[in-house]
């Protein structure tokens, strides 16, 4: 997972061969705001997820994806300025 601040976007790659995944932002101060945002594969294995709506401060991007029974996931924290 690789955060771009100054584009205000989060990319990642997945496995081709995922049938579903999900991103979500999280504030350590205030679970309330979580932010989730469903994954639809496509035929590039790299994703891009705008992060213009999140608000300034710390986040916690959680991204979940499957294959099959196999359950994933990956966490990034970024700071959104």
Do not use: C
């Not at 995922?18 to 932002?25: D, H, N, Q, S, V």
């Not at 309330?32 to 213009?52: C, F, L, N, W």
């Amino acid at each position: 997972m690789t955060f771009e601040p100054t584009q205000k976007q989060l990319a990642f790659v997945l496995p081709a061969s995922i049938r579903k995944a999900e991103l979500t932002f999280t504030r350590r101060s205030d679970t309330a705001e979580d932010v989730y945002v469903p994954i639809q594969p496509g035929p590039k294995p790299r994703q891009v997820v705008s992060t213009a709506q999140l608000a300034k401060g710390t986040w916690l991007a959680q991204l979940n994806w499957s294959e099959g029974r196999l359950h994933y996931y990956h966490e990034k924290v970024i700071v959104v300025v």
